[in-house]
């Protein structure tokens, strides 16, 4: 079906790495060279807009356990300084996006951290392949360590008390493990991720709308909330040793300090995130278990987040994921879960970057059908979105499905105008020259038959 290739792009858009594939010889590519890649270049992220009561529960929760759910004894973080290196075999991209990372860091969070090219650092960030990575943690595309500051020193003392998180009480040395060859904006995504967490918070929470700590992978680069938070993890209120009680009672003075626009905002409810659900969302993720079993494990995280009550983005999460699973094989009951998913996230504030990431798939069908220039707008919107969360994946797929809404509407050279920006987006959202030339050729064989469906 001509519209697979399209779909398959809205897949890959969301993976986690992007694996190069097989073109059939047959595609030509209708632009003899593609454009540069391009880069973002200014951040504008949006301010942390909850009540400082419940930031301060969220720093604690960050803080205080682990993604597996053990809880730490003591907040650490570093004391002096911070300095950086980069090692491995980087890519040039690397180094620029680790450059704009640290300028964030020093101007957003006020973080003493700079990058140093020889010596020993606080933070060392080595570029290894996906497949040592792997060969140690299977379904990790990047990870952070302490008390290492190579690769290989933790490969052989990964077992020992050195490199165990709960024993920690002060950072000094952490390792850091990106791929070098996976896509400019997974590299970058990990940078992001990676560092935030050796500088501060060990924890993911399902239930913040607005951060990279949160396993949905949904924001892929630093928000305002996120730097509010590491700003307040170097507060000179706190230091490494202190205990749970001894930062909470410190918090609401650091963060009336740092964000007063949060003691005039009411406190909202929060329920815990259950385990169970957790379990059954990254069950329904999992590419290794069968689709069927994979349909179940989100059902059922549907059904407790009704159980719970929710009206967040958490209720509006599993519907999502079983729209992806089922947009191939059932185009209609995917069209239904996605809009059962709108339906929770368009009544949650802060949720405009989820909305965009359904606006990828709901888009998909409204061409198929022919009805492009109706989704226009909603295209315009999303692309808005993901131009500042910095999502080059996302982008590069909704500029893709707007040249194409821009052909249906008989705008041609707007149409590949259009088409030429999404192509240099993909370059560094999806990396592989081969996805991208097979994405450009599925849009230049003309729009869908107006009578077949998605």
């Known amino acids: 079906m001509r519209w697979a290739a399209i779909l398959a792009a809205l897949a890959l858009a969301g993976c986690a790495a992007v694996e190069p594939v097989e073109v059939p010889t047959r595609v030509q590519a209708i632009e003899e060279k593609l454009p540069p890649a391009k880069a973002f270049t200014r951040s504008s992220p949006t301010p942390a807009s909850r009540s400082n009561a419940n930031i301060a529960a969220d720093f604690l929760s960050l803080h205080f356990a682990l ?27 690397m180094q620029r996006d680790l450059t704009r990372l640290l300028n964030r860091l020093r101007n957003e969070a006020g973080i003493n951290i700079r990058q140093i090219s020889d010596g020993a650092a606080n ?101 305002g909330f996120d730097m509010l938070i590491l700003r307040a993890t170097y507060a000179p209120e706190l230091r490494s040793g202190m205990t749970r009680a001894q930062v909470k009672t410190a918090l609401p003075g650091i963060l009336s300090r740092l964000n007063p626009r949060g003691d005039t905002l009411p406190a909202q409810p929060v329920s815990e995130t259950p385990r169970e659900w957790i379990n059954a969302i990254q069950k329904s993720l999992r590419p290794t278990r069968g689709t069927q079993r994979r349909k179940r494990d989100a059902q059922l995280a549907a059904r407790i987040g009704q159980e719970q009550g929710w009206t967040d983005h958490r209720r509006a999460y599993p519907y999502y994921v079983l729209g992806r699973m089922e947009q191939f094989d059932n185009p209609q009951a995917a069209l239904r879960n996605y809009q059962t998913a709108l339906q929770f996230l368009r ?83 999806f990396g592989s020259e081969t996805v991208v030339r097979s994405l450009m050729q599925d849009v230049a064989e003309g729009p869908p038959n107006k009578n077949r469906g998605g």
């Open 67 to 93: 993604e597996g759910g053990a809880q730490l004894p003591v907040f650490t973080r570093f004391e002096t300084p911070i300095t950086v290196r980069l090692t491995g075999a980087p890519t040039p991209s």
């Open 123 to 223: 933070i060392t960030v080595e570029a290894v392949s996906q497949d040592d990575i792997h060969a140690i943690l299977p379904q990790a595309a990047c990870f952070v360590v302490p008390n290492a500051s190579s690769f290989e020193e933790y490969r052989r003392d990964r077992r020992k008390q050195k490199s165990s998180w709960s024993r920690l009480r002060s950072r000094e040395r952490l390792g850091v493990f990106i791929p070098y060859d996976v896509s400019p904006q997974e590299k970058r995504d990990c940078l992001h991720e990676e560092i935030a967490q050796a500088l501060g918070p060990l924890n993911d929470l399902y239930h913040l709308p607005d951060s990279v700590f949160n396993d949905d992978n949904i924001h892929t680069v630093l928000t």
């Open 347 to 429: 009544a949650t504030p802060g949720t405009e970057v989820h909305q965009a990431y359904i606006t990828t798939q709901t888009a998909a069908y409204a061409l198929a059908q022919g009805k492009g220039p109706e989704v226009l707008p909603e295209l315009d919107k999303a692309i808005d979105v993901m131009t500042r969360a910095e999502n080059a994946s996302q982008l590069a797929t909704l500029l893709l499905l707007k040249s194409e809404a821009l052909n249906q509407a008989g705008r041609t050279a707007q149409a590949r105008s259009v088409r030429l920006d999404s192509l240099a987006w993909a370059r560094y959202g």
